[in-house]
């Protein structure tokens, strides 16, 4: 059975913390605006049941910028925000430093980029934790409702269960709401788990 | 003193923020973009360039590799990584192969370096 023990669960989202702290702050950044965080939750799933981790955004029309990484750390990532805020995230992004004609030719560039500078920032971040490795892949964009984004992970005849760890986050004066969400089918996990262990071990 | 500079990132919204904070800075140099490390080789292979600016995640050769190639052929050129990708194995690799590295996101202070790397 793959589980973390309470310690070793502790110390994951804790280091979640962390990186997603960074990644806020890149974000906050990036829009000029202050970014609020919930506390990331961790959990475990079966098939076909990414989708309650969205709550109320399965029902939503949404923009989710999703990456996957390979090494390590291996799964998936995704940005999700509700697709009438996404044109406004992109507008705070760009600022004035870019003219605002053809705004919508720039915009699935410009969430891609967002999407990959967040996901990227905060999967590095717990990589050099961890002491691990994993390689980003290509970010990509998809429109559409919440509920209809994900799909079920690879069939895995041994274990079908996925991990999921997600966050929620609020663009404070606007009013705007996102998550970010890691899944990891559970086989690929022995290589977080052993980096857990090494640095308890070196303060336990 | 005028330098040429080439932009390279696949993110088209990147290169316009990058130039357009860099233009602020020295609008008497010029630039150049490109949409891939292999677009950026082959520039690179035509003109000569005072510094690039290359992204590490694109489609097809990564910007690392890009990056080492380009240094093969133009010993003076100054490269400057700029990635949100902030692995140390990836700090330690773009040292090896002489190049700076700085972290995205793209803002006036990320131009700020870059003028400052490259205008040494």
Redesign the interface.
Known sequence: MHVLTPLQEDALLEMLNISIGQAAS?MS??VNEPIDLHAPRMKMLGQGDPRDLLGDMTERSVCAVTQSFLGDFAGDAALIFPEENSLEIVQM??NQ??PAVSLTD?EQ??L??IG???L??CL??L??MLGI??T?A?PYLRVGKGGSMFHSVSPDTDDPLILALHIHFQLRERDIEGLLLFLMPIPSFEHIKKGIDRLLATIT | MRKKILIVD?????R??LI??MKNLRPEWTYDEAASGEAAMEIANKQVFDGISMDI???GISGLDAARKIRQSQLNIKIVLV????????RDEAKDIGVQFL???I?EHTAEKIVEIIGE
């Open positions: 890149v950044t990036m992004m760009l430093e870019v720039l560039d410009a891609k980029e990959n500078i967040i990227t920032s590095s971040s990589c050099n490795h994993c980003p290509l | 696949d993110s088209r919204v990147s316009m923020l357009a904070y995640n694109m489609i990635s949100a990708n902030v692995q140390q194995a990836i972290q995205k996101p803002t």
